[in-house]
């Protein structure tokens, strides 16, 4: 095979890739735009005309503009209380020389290993004793402190060369103004990537709030679009895709702008 | 390494961090392992039975089903995500915008909610009218019950589930494979070697550390699988699709018992952690002993 035949078939196999994932999404879109009418006589007809009519449905169903706003608002804070603890702690771990430095650093790493999915009950349990169930306290303190943020820091502060602390406490620099002014900017790449991913993760995130939450107070995004399918007889999947649309597009957005800090967050280049 | 500074102790400043991840981590973990050993409904006091609820579960069948339902489609979901990532990676990891546009529309998927993901496949594999059923049935091919059929919802949420993660793994073998230096395939290729046994003998091993990574993570999402079976199966027909995090959410918040609901989440966290580690391990060896061969 010559070298132009051979970019040319994978060009054909990327396209044909591209359209398993290309696909689908193209078909909730399109879904999500058939009128009514078209969706009861043949749900899978190319439809012949467009409306907006489910999103406007969407709209009426759920809060969506209050359920944004608390989701936004409590995967918003737990990224940036996670970078706001994880940098002292980073700091202590990959800097400072003291006694029980190795148990620290244990009790960080051992806290990788345990998913929520295992713990859940138990915290549960403890939100609801303290009367916290159904309260943005619910959905934000469990995760406050990041394992993996911790862990990201310390690696991070590592090759920041120890001199330059020593020259900043010359100065007469505070740990504060060392932790927060000197060494957060030398690794904000990491912050900012680690920041985004936490941020997409509870953004998304379906377990923790239908656990924590039995009622509309702060319910989130994710939950109330599941509802959709839901209630009554027979499931309207338009107004169905239409919520999915709605709840994917601010990722999509936020991933076609910041996509490059992203991907870095994941461990890819 | 630094002196540390008395105003402004070390552990002053991972106090808060280690605070909460003991109250919301490590205190739970270890009140989930204790709670195993009781029976509690929540409205009367905990009765201790000792291993009690582990038995009852076992001898329901409950145990072994949820654990062998959670292996099979994490078996799934770990060699679906791993192949298609590399072979994703493989073929896209090409210069130009056509490529780029479609690694990123691959990524998307794994950018977006689990809800959106599952809601779409939802009404994708939907049985009367779902695009997929109604495209089969046009070629004249039966009916085919994805997610009614017990022997079938559990490879099915598997394959939504790859779906969705697989631009993950094709990201991280992206950057495995940019990381091996192209003078070496090069210089096989000069050598005689076929675009084949440059895979297998050589982007392969080197990559094997990236397998690892990539295998790894994909066993702890697959075993923490929750949202595509509360919105597409609630762990139907007949528990076929009733997995560990499901089974643990239903003991809790249907039968309120969290001693059921514990005992499942120690035998879950024990497999996840011992799954881990073989895994980890077998690829470290595999590695090496690849590494020895190809010495001269």
Request: aromatic share 10%; hydrophobic share 60%.
């Given at each position: 095979?010559?070298?132009?035949?051979?970019?040319?078939?994978?060009?054909?196999?990327?396209?044909?890739?591209?359209?398993?994932?290309?696909?689908?999404?193209?078909?909730?879109?399109?879904?999500?735009?058939?009128?009514?009418?078209?969706?009861?006589?043949?749900p899978?007809?190319?439809?012949?005309?467009?409306?907006?009519?489910?999103?406007?449905e969407?709209?009426?169903?759920?809060?969506?503009?209050?359920?944004?706003?608390?989701?936004?608002?409590?995967?918003?804070?737990?990224?940036?209380?996670?970078?706001?603890?994880?940098?002292p702690?980073g700091?202590?771990?990959a800097?400072?020389r003291?006694?029980?430095?190795?148990?620290?650093?244990?009790?960080v790493?051992?806290?990788?290993?345990?998913?929520?999915?295992?713990?859940?009950?138990?915290?549960?349990?403890?939100?609801?004793?303290?009367?916290?169930?159904?309260?943005?306290?619910?959905?934000?303190?469990?995760?406050?402190?990041?394992?993996f943020?911790?862990?990201?820091?310390?690696?991070?502060?590592?090759?920041?060369?120890?001199?330059?602390?020593?020259?900043?406490?010359?100065?007469?620099?505070?740990?504060?103004?060392?932790?927060?002014?000197?060494?957060?900017?030398?690794?904000?790449?990491?912050l900012?990537?680690?920041?985004?991913v936490?941020?997409?993760?509870?953004?998304?995130?379906?377990?923790?709030?239908?656990?924590?939450?039995?009622?509309?107070?702060?319910?989130?995004?994710?939950?109330?679009?599941?509802?959709?399918?839901?209630?009554?007889?027979?499931?309207?999947?338009?107004?169905?895709?239409?919520?999915?649309?709605?709840l994917?597009?601010?990722?999509?957005?936020?991933?076609?702008?910041?996509?490059?800090?992203?991907?870095?967050?994941?461990?890819?280049? | 390494?630094?002196?540390?500074?008395?105003?402004?102790?070390?552990?002053a400043?991972?106090?808060?961090?280690?605070?909460?991840?003991?109250?919301?981590?490590?205190?739970?973990?270890?009140?989930?392992?204790?709670q195993?050993?009781?029976?509690?409904?929540?409205?009367?006091?905990?009765?201790?039975?000792?291993?009690?609820?582990?038995?009852?579960?076992?001898?329901?069948?409950?145990?072994?089903?949820t654990?062998?339902?959670?292996?099979?489609?994490?078996?799934?979901?770990?060699?679906g995500?791993?192949?298609t990532?590399?072979?994703?990676?493989?073929?896209?990891?090409?210069?130009?915008?056509?490529?780029?546009?479609?690694?990123?529309?691959?990524?998307?998927?794994?950018?977006v909610?689990?809800?959106?993901?599952?809601?779409?496949?939802?009404?994708?594999?939907?049985?009367?009218?779902g695009?997929?059923?109604?495209?089969?049935?046009?070629?004249?091919?039966?009916?085919?019950?994805?997610?009614?059929?017990?022997?079938?919802?559990?490879?099915?949420?598997?394959?939504?589930?790859?779906?969705?993660?697989?631009?993950?793994?094709?990201?991280?073998?992206?950057?495995?494979?940019?990381?091996?230096?192209?003078?070496?395939?090069?210089?096989?290729?000069?050598?005689?070697?076929?675009?084949?046994?440059?895979l297998?003998s050589?982007?392969?091993?080197?990559?094997?550390?990236?397998?690892?990574?990539?295998?790894?993570?994909?066993?702890?999402?697959?075993?923490?699988?929750?949202?595509?079976?509360?919105?597409?199966?609630?762990g139907?027909?007949?528990?076929?699709?009733?997995?560990?995090?499901?089974?643990?959410?239903?003991?809790?918040?249907?039968?309120?018992?969290?001693?059921?609901?514990?005992?499942?989440?120690?035998?879950?966290?024990?497999l996840?952690?011992?799954?881990?580690?073989?895994?980890?391990?077998?690829?470290?060896?595999?590695g090496?002993?690849?590494?020895?061969?190809?010495?001269?």
């Amino acid at each position: 095979m010559t070298r132009s035949t051979k970019a040319r078939l994978a060009a054909v196999l990327a396209v044909a890739v591209g359209a398993l994932w290309v696909g689908p999404c193209v078909w909730m879109l399109v879904t999500s735009l058939k009128p009514l009418a078209e969706i009861v006589r043949d749900p899978t007809a190319l439809p012949t005309s467009f409306t907006l009519s489910a999103y406007r449905e969407v709209f009426a169903l759920v809060p969506v503009a209050r359920q944004t706003l608390v989701t936004v608002f409590v995967a918003a804070t737990i990224a940036c209380v996670q970078i706001a603890l994880a940098l002292p702690a980073g700091y202590a771990l990959a800097k400072l020389r003291f006694r029980g430095r190795r148990v620290a650093w244990m009790l960080v790493l051992s806290c990788l290993l345990v998913p929520e999915q295992v713990t859940f009950v138990p915290v549960f349990l403890m939100l609801a004793k303290a009367g916290l169930v159904n309260t943005l306290a619910a959905l934000i303190v469990p995760f406050a402190a990041s394992a993996f943020g911790i862990f990201l820091v310390r690696q991070a502060l590592d090759a920041v060369p120890d001199e330059l602390i020593e020259a900043a406490r010359l100065d007469g620099a505070s740990e504060g103004v060392i932790v927060y002014r000197i060494l957060a900017p030398l690794v904000a790449p990491t912050l900012v990537a680690f920041g985004l991913v936490s941020f997409v993760f509870h953004y998304n995130d379906y377990f923790w709030p239908l656990v924590m939450t039995t009622d509309d107070s702060v319910r989130t995004l994710p939950l109330g679009v599941a509802l959709l399918r839901e209630p009554g007889t027979g499931v309207r999947w338009h107004v169905v895709m239409a919520g999915s649309v709605v709840l994917s597009l601010p990722m999509l957005a936020l991933f076609a702008a910041l996509q490059k800090h992203l991907l870095r967050g994941t461990g890819g280049d | 390494m630094l002196k540390a500074q008395a105003r402004f102790h070390p552990w002053a400043m991972l106090s808060p961090s280690l605070g909460l991840l003991l109250v919301f981590v490590l205190v739970p973990l270890a009140l989930a392992a204790w709670q195993s050993f009781f029976a509690w409904d929540l409205l009367t006091p905990a009765v201790p039975v000792g291993l009690g609820n582990f038995r009852a579960l076992a001898e329901s069948g409950a145990l072994l089903g949820t654990a062998g339902r959670t292996l099979a489609f994490s078996a799934l979901v770990v060699s679906g995500a791993t192949v298609t990532g590399l072979a994703l990676a493989l073929l896209l990891d090409r210069p130009g915008a056509l490529f780029a546009w479609v690694r990123s529309s691959i990524f998307a998927a794994y950018v977006v909610s689990w809800v959106a993901v599952a809601l779409l496949w939802l009404w994708l594999l939907d049985g009367d009218v779902g695009i997929v059923g109604v495209s089969l049935r046009a070629f004249g091919l039966p009916r085919v019950g994805f997610l009614t059929e017990p022997a079938l919802v559990v490879p099915t949420l598997a394959a939504v589930t790859t779906w969705k993660i697989a631009g993950y793994a094709m990201i991280v073998f992206q950057a495995g494979l940019r990381a091996i230096p192209a003078s070496v395939l090069e210089a096989a290729a000069l050598d005689g070697a076929s675009g084949f046994v440059r895979l297998r003998s050589m982007t392969l091993p080197l990559l094997a550390p990236t397998t690892a990574f990539v295998a790894t993570t994909s066993l702890v999402v697959s075993f923490q699988a929750f949202d595509v079976i509360r919105i597409m199966t609630q762990g139907g027909p007949a528990h076929a699709s009733e997995l560990f995090v499901y089974a643990i959410y239903e003991q809790f918040f249907m039968n309120l018992s969290v001693g059921r609901a514990s005992a499942l989440a120690v035998v879950f966290f024990a497999l996840l952690l011992a799954l881990s580690a073989a895994e980890l391990r077998a690829f470290e060896l595999r590695g090496r002993t690849r590494r020895e061969r190809s010495l001269p």
